[in-house]
């Protein structure tokens, strides 16, 4: 969540730190703002909206300055306005926060100035001015020992207009090494226009920068070196590539990221190789939002075929239900960015409990990643927009990959391998995707039914239809509708019927036919030549495919159907309102 940006060097600060800005939109904000240091003095310019409202305002900014932090704020203490945006000044320190700051009420009340804002990062700022006498890191170190919850900081100091200063806890933030010049940022896509080069700032470390040199810190003030990394990434992928929006572009590059994905994990006719699983207990999977309904894939699958017991489990139910664990289960948890805090958390407690943890994320060198037993990378690459497709179907495909293993089943991967020629016929039906959603895009409430694979799959496209459209959309498993919601059934509420696992198919038709019965208009996704006459209105078709590749076509197929009914809307399909990417807040 939120965006941080920061520069020092030779250069104009303003210019790169709203071109970072700009870069890290995806992330979901609602206020931004910048702070310019020089000549013993920091502007501030701040906004509710967007960095383009920013923009407005830079024409009053000093000539230049070659140092500066940028924010884009997603609100959690206090209304999206320009007081509440960030940066926050408290007498000579100035800093921008992604993060929570959990004592907050404790330090308001001891502290003797009160904050001008309702945020909790402006009693951080007060803090680290009240402890500074003159030394930065002393004030930053003797600070973070009193600062509770998580943040990523980026802080200037009046007297000290040519140093930046970073710290991180729990909370993403990387470091940006350039030629005379360097960085902080909350992702990478902010800085591959200007370097490749970067750093990861582990929990607790402190980072100095000036120009020339950049010097990193331990919590507990020892001075450490650390291997400097290099992006893979590229800044065309982080770029639209011609489509309308990066959810669109992001949608049609499934087929190439599944293809990466399957290949980096299924070799020579072998199945990870190299990995062994020896699992004795249960396995539980361990995730939000979109990661967690790959999770109910994954957990049908790893059922279904190895018949080993499988949980699913929302992560931030997970960390506060005192789970019963056992050394013998395997932990699996998820998460695109490797940053999501709840699934943190969840690992944190299965490891200080000794239980096996395996994380699947998409981000290399994330806090899940580096802190989970083992790690499987999704190779779905940069995802901007908010909403997720092709993560979700990497998730998906891996989770898979991983349940034949288990089952030792080896043969039914030549259908996982054929899935991207698969994927880019469904592709092809863009347009009536596009059709439909002129037909449903007027809909004030949506119901999404399936069994099995299918309820996993429903889950999936009633999510991704309601963060981008707005469109009050619920998943039901369809046997579960007599037992109450079936009640909300009348003449011409929208129904998506799933019916894409052939083994429940006769079962959940029979549930199709009661909302019909209802007055439903049925819209059902399902196989050439299924015989729905007389009980769907409309029909979207699977390509020819199996049991085992159907609920990742049919992903596709929401997805299209999702992208389309937003637009349809006018909605800002890449940025949908209250929406974060990266959830690094409770």
Same mark, same amino acid.
């Given at each position: 969540?939120?965006?941080?940006?920061?520069?020092?060097?030779?250069?104009?600060?303003?210019?790169?730190?709203?071109?970072?800005?700009?870069?890290?939109?995806?992330?979901?904000?609602?206020?931004?703002?910048?702070?310019?240091?020089?000549?013993?003095?920091?502007?501030?310019?701040?906004?509710?909206?967007?960095?383009?409202?920013?923009?407005?305002?830079?024409?009053?900014?000093?000539?230049?300055?070659?140092?500066?932090?940028?924010?884009?704020?997603?609100?959690?203490?206090?209304?999206?306005?320009?007081?509440?945006?960030?940066?926050?000044?408290?007498?000579?320190?100035?800093?921008?926060?992604? $993060?929570?700051?959990? /004592?907050?009420?404790? &330090?308001? !009340? +001891?502290? #003797?100035? %009160?904050?001008?804002?309702?945020?909790?990062?402006?009693?951080?700022?007060?803090?680290?001015?009240?402890?500074?006498?003159?030394?930065?890191?002393?004030?930053?170190?003797?600070?973070?020992?009193?600062?509770?919850?998580?943040?990523?900081?980026?802080?200037?100091?009046?007297?000290?207009?040519?140093?930046?200063?970073?710290?991180?806890?729990?909370?993403?933030?990387?470091?940006?090494?350039?030629?005379?010049?360097?960085?902080?940022?909350?992702?990478?896509?902010?800085?591959?226009?200007?370097?490749?080069?970067?750093?990861?700032?582990?929990?607790?470390?402190?980072?100095?920068?000036?120009?020339?040199?950049?010097?990193?810190?331990?919590?507990? $003030?020892?001075?450490? /070196?650390?291997?400097? &990394?290099? !992006? +893979?990434? #590229?800044? %065309?992928?982080?770029?639209?590539?011609?489509?309308?929006?990066?959810?669109?572009?992001?949608?049609?590059?499934?087929?190439?990221?599944?293809?990466?994905?399957?290949?980096?994990?299924?070799?020579?006719?072998?199945?990870?190789?190299?990995?062994?699983?020896?699992?004795?207990?249960?396995?539980?999977?361990?995730?939000?939002?979109?990661?967690?309904?790959?999770?109910?894939?994954?957990?049908?699958?790893?059922?279904?075929?190895?018949?080993?017991?499988?949980?699913?489990?929302?992560?931030?139910?997970?960390?506060?239900?005192?789970?019963?664990?056992?050394?013998?289960?395997?932990?699996?948890?998820?998460?695109?960015?490797?940053?999501?805090?709840?699934?943190?958390?969840?690992?944190?407690?299965?490891?200080?409990?000794?239980?096996?943890?395996?994380?699947?994320?998409?981000?290399?060198?994330?806090?899940?990643?580096?802190?989970?037993?083992?790690?499987?990378?999704?190779?779905?690459?940069?995802?901007?927009?908010?909403?997720?497709?092709?993560?979700?179907?990497?998730?998906?495909?891996?989770?898979?990959?991983?349940?034949?293993?288990?089952?030792?089943?080896?043969?039914?991967?030549?259908?996982?391998?054929?899935?991207?020629?698969?994927?880019?016929?469904?592709?092809?039906?863009?347009?009536?995707?596009?059709?439909?959603?002129?037909?449903?895009?007027?809909?004030?409430?949506?119901?999404?039914?399936?069994?099995?694979?299918?309820?996993?799959?429903?889950?999936?496209?009633?999510?991704?239809?309601?963060?981008?459209?707005?469109?009050?959309?619920?998943?039901?498993?369809?046997?579960?509708?007599?037992?109450?919601?079936?009640?909300?059934?009348?003449?011409?509420?929208?129904?998506?019927?799933?019916?894409?696992?052939?083994?429940?198919?006769?079962?959940?038709?029979?549930?199709?036919?009661?909302?019909?019965?209802?007055?439903?208009?049925?819209?059902?996704?399902?196989?050439?030549?299924?015989?729905?006459?007389?009980?769907?209105?409309?029909?979207?078709?699977?390509?020819?495919?199996?049991?085992?590749?159907?609920?990742?076509?049919?992903?596709?197929?929401?997805?299209?159907?999702?992208?389309?009914?937003?637009?349809?809307?006018?909605?800002?399909?890449?940025?949908?309102?209250?929406?974060?990417?990266?959830?690094?807040?409770?």
């Amino acid at each position: 969540m939120c965006g941080i940006m920061g520069y020092t060097g030779d250069r104009d600060a303003k210019d790169i730190l709203i071109g970072g800005l700009k870069k890290l939109e995806y992330r979901g904000y609602d206020s931004a703002g910048i702070a310019l240091a020089a000549d013993g003095t920091i502007e501030i310019f701040k906004d509710e909206g967007k960095v383009a409202v920013l923009e407005k305002q830079l024409d009053q900014a000093m000539e230049i300055s070659k140092t500066g932090i940028g924010h884009t704020r997603w609100a959690t203490h206090g209304v999206p306005c320009k007081k509440n945006a960030h940066p926050h000044r408290a007498g000579r320190v100035v800093l921008v926060h992604n $993060g929570i700051i959990e /004592n907050e009420k404790e &330090l308001r !009340a +001891e502290l #003797d100035r %009160q904050p001008i804002s309702d945020t909790d990062t402006e009693i951080a700022a007060i803090l680290l001015d009240t402890l500074y006498n003159g030394d930065p890191l002393t004030a930053i170190f003797q600070a973070i020992k009193r600062l509770e919850g998580s943040y990523a900081l980026g802080i200037l100091f009046e007297d000290q207009p040519q140093t930046l200063y970073a710290v991180r806890k729990d909370s993403p933030l990387i470091v940006g090494r350039g030629n005379g010049e360097n960085f902080i940022a909350s992702d990478i896509p902010a800085l591959l226009e200007h370097t490749r080069q970067y750093y990861l700032l582990n929990e607790g470390e402190v980072a100095v920068l000036t120009k020339e040199r950049i010097t990193f810190f331990t919590a507990d $003030g020892q001075q450490v /070196n650390k291997e400097v &990394l290099t !992006a +893979e990434q #590229d800044l %065309q992928s982080a770029e639209k590539g011609g489509y309308a929006h990066f959810m669109a572009k992001e949608i049609h590059e499934q087929p190439e990221a599944v293809q990466a994905t399957v290949s980096r994990y299924y070799k020579d006719h072998t199945l990870f190789p190299g990995e062994e699983f020896n699992i004795q207990g249960t396995i539980r999977i361990v995730a939000c939002g979109s990661a967690y309904h790959a999770g109910l894939l994954g957990k049908y699958a790893i059922e279904k075929w190895a018949r080993i017991p499988v949980t699913a489990e929302i992560a931030s139910e997970f960390r506060y239900n005192d789970p019963i664990l056992s050394k013998e289960d395997l932990i699996i948890v998820i998460s695109q960015s490797g940053e999501t805090a709840d699934s943190v958390a969840a690992l944190r407690l299965a490891k200080a409990r000794g239980v096996p943890t395996l994380a699947i994320v998409n981000v290399w060198g994330s806090t899940l990643a580096r802190e989970a037993d083992r790690v499987f990378y999704t190779a779905a690459g940069p995802e901007i927009s908010v909403a997720t497709t092709k993560a979700y179907t990497c998730q998906a495909v891996l989770l898979y990959l991983l349940a034949l293993k288990l089952a030792e089943n080896e043969l039914a991967c030549e259908k996982i391998a054929a899935l991207p020629s698969l994927l880019e016929r469904v592709l092809e039906q863009g347009e009536q995707c596009r059709a439909l959603a002129q037909k449903f895009k007027q809909a004030h409430r949506l119901f999404f039914i399936g069994r099995g694979q299918d309820h996993a799959l429903a889950c999936e496209g009633s999510l991704k239809l309601k963060e981008i459209s707005y469109i009050h959309s619920e998943a039901y498993a369809a046997g579960e509708l007599k037992h109450g919601t079936i009640s909300l059934i009348e003449e011409g509420t929208p129904v998506i019927a799933l019916l894409t696992d052939r083994e429940r198919f006769s079962k959940t038709l029979s549930n199709v036919k009661e909302v019909k019965a209802r007055g439903a208009t049925v819209l059902a996704v399902t196989y050439e030549n299924a015989d729905l006459a007389g009980v769907a209105d409309d029909i979207l078709t699977l390509p020819p495919c199996s049991d085992l590749e159907a609920p990742m076509a049919g992903a596709v197929l929401l997805q299209l159907f999702a992208y389309y009914t937003a637009v349809e809307r006018g909605n800002d399909v890449d940025q949908p309102r209250n929406l974060a990417k990266s959830v690094t807040v409770e």
